[in-house]
């Protein structure tokens, strides 16, 4: 039975999807095309008249997961909170932490990117400039806080969010505690930036 073009792009946004949860929770090398055409309703047969590979649904489910975490900064349409301040104190939970499938794919890819291939970096690098730039325009003008720029700042902020979130997962079972000083000191400590 043939499938109609808009059939087949459902199920190859299906794939993207599904593709997209699966490698933040679990990595890039921990999950198979039949696991995710499954999570996406499909069976893995019809994978390859999609993609070529597994690799390249990966390319394109990290620059699909960076478009959703673009949208959801403040004055994107998915906005999680109308200012920085906001986007912060959202980004920066409990939540957040214990939902790696779901959230921010800086913090669930960055230390699997240097074992990956170029074609997957490069979409990640892209959505990271892009993230970076977002929030660039975010901040103040350059010389509002120490003379520093603009863009040194949106780095910073970006960076330090990422490191605390991803602490924050590395011990949250083992250490519940420390876990949520991570986060809270982080809070207090950006605000105050």
Avoid: W
Avoid at 2 to 13: G, Q
Wanted: a neutral charge; aromatic letters at 6%.
């Amino acid at each position: 039975m043939k499938v109609t073009k808009e059939k087949a792009a459902a199920h190859r946004a299906a794939m993207v999807k599904a593709a997209g949860r699966l490698f933040r929770e679990r990595g890039f090398d921990k999950v198979g095309v039949a696991e995710i055409t499954g999570a996406a309703g499909l069976t893995h047969g019809g994978f390859y008249g999609h993609f070529a590979s597994k690799e390249a649904l990966a390319a394109e489910a990290c620059g699909a997961v960076f478009e959703v975490a673009l949208n959801r900064l403040p004055g994107g349409p998915r906005a999680v909170a109308a200012d920085l301040d906001g986007f912060l104190d959202s980004y920066l939970t409990e939540r957040h932490r214990d939902r790696s499938a779901d959230g921010c794919p800086m913090a669930a890819f960055a230390s699997d990117m240097p074992r990956q291939d170029a074609d997957l970096q490069a979409p990640f690098g892209a959505g990271l400039e892009t993230y970076l730039e977002k929030i660039e325009a975010l901040l103040p003008e350059d010389g509002a806080q120490d003379g520093k720029s603009r863009r040194d700042r949106a780095i910073a902020l970006v960076s330090a969010l990422v490191g605390g979130l991803a602490l924050s997962r590395a011990t949250a079972k083992s250490a519940p505690d420390l876990s949520a000083q991570i986060l809270a000191a982080l809070r207090r400590e950006l605000a105050a930036a």
